[in-house]
């Protein structure tokens, strides 16, 4: 990090002290009526954020920032609030693969998420086009796992189950829900892969996407070999989340009931 992570346009610069004083890692100073960074910059981006002219930028990032504006920035609080409650673990997907458009949409929504230290570790690895060449990968090691008695990261009995209905029908699809799509979702901090994996999935209600969260294959992918070179993943990134995708077959008519949650104010 240095000190051109940051540019301020001082013809722009106020000298307001607006971003000096929203810095959190203190690397903005005023000098001589204008705001300086300093040499040890996280790229956070509110010094952007806040200038009410536009003068810090960060040439690093190719991404525009967008000025806010009530009429599409503001949610109101019931929307949002029945959107979530709304949601529900999507199991029988359209047979239509998903468009690049709205897989822009997706990614763009997991790369703007909060990540600790502003480290933006995330990766997102996305499965379509290649999907049934992976899917023959994951069955054929399976299949081998099963045949040598090995120990997975799953219960015995359901690695079973599932090599069984597979064997007694080819197309029994019951690990990838005939998902016509999958994200994987590496990260070293677990939380920020949730929290991308939950941005993802609010924009994907709103595109009429469906989504399960996958924790057996997830669990398969991370211990076969050939599945993590298929993607080259490193160790230095943890494989946290696995997402089926696609368009929602099935139409819901309301929300479902949940218990009062466990709280305590004090």
Known sequence: MGATDVYIDEGLCTGCGACV???IQH??????GKAHPLDYCMKCGHCVAICPEGAPSIPAYADSPIDFDPATFDLPTE???NSIKFRRSIRAFKDEPISMEHLHLLMEAGGHTPTAKNTQMCR????????PEFKELIWSYLSEVYETDRIMPIPAETLGRFI????ANPKDDYLF??????LFIESPDPLDAGLAA?????????????VLYNGYLRRVVDSCPAARAYF??????GLNVCMLLGYQQKRYYRTAPRRFPSVVLR
């Open 124 to 131: 997102f690895d996305f499965l379509q086009d290649s999907l």
């Open 27 to 32: 690397n903005i100073v005023l000098r001589e």
């Open 232 to 237: 080259d993943m490193s160790d230095e990134r």
């Open 198 to 210: 939950g941005a993802i999935e609010m924009v994907a209600h709103t595109l009429g996407i469906g």
């Open 21 to 23: 004083h929203d810095c």
């Open 79 to 81: 929307n949002l609030l």
């Open 164 to 167: 069984e209905n597979r064997r």
């Open 177 to 182: 829900r005939d998902a016509p799509a999958v």
